[in-house]
C-alpha cells in the first residue's frame, strides 16, 4: 500500500504495521521477558523515487533516535518493518519526522 506524505498518511502507515511491530516485540519478548521501554523512530520520505522503488517512496532514512529498551536486535526487527513502508512522492523532501513507540508487556 501506499500513504500520503502527511501526518495522517504517517501515523495510519504506522498503524496499518503495529501487528507486524508486536510481533517483533513478542518474538524478542520469549527470549527476554523484562523487555519493554520506548523507542523514538526518526525518517525522512524523499521527493524523488530512489532506484528499485518502482510504486511510490520508501522511507529515506529509518533510525532509532532514542530508545530505552537497550536491546539491538529488536530495534533491528522494528526498523526492518518500517524501512518496507511505501509513500506517494511529497512536493520536497520531508525530514524530521518522529513516531514514539511504547512497549510493554502485557504482564504488567
Request: with cysteine; hydrophobic share 35%.
Amino acid at each position: 500500500m501506499i500513504w500520503e506524505p502527511t501526518k495522517e498518511g504517517i501515523q495510519e502507515a504506522f498503524l496499518e504495521h503495529k501487528e507486524d511491530i508486536r510481533y517483533c516485540y513478542e518474538a524478542w519478548l520469549d527470549h527476554n521477558p523484562d523487555l519493554e521501554g520506548r523507542l523514538e523512530i526518526a525518517f525522512s520520505i524523499p521527493a524523488e523515487r530512489g532506484e528499485g522503488d518502482p510504486e511510490g517512496v520508501r522511507l529515506l532514512r529509518v533510525d532509532v533516535e532514542g530508545s530505552d529498551v537497550d536491546h539491538s536486535f529488536f530495534e533491528g526487527c522494528v526498523l526492518g518493518v518500517l524501512s518496507d513502508l511505501h509513500f506517494a512522492p511529497p512536493e520536497k523532501d520531508v525530514e524530521g519526522g518522529r513516531i514514539p513507540i511504547v512497549f510493554r508487556s502485557a504482564t504488567d
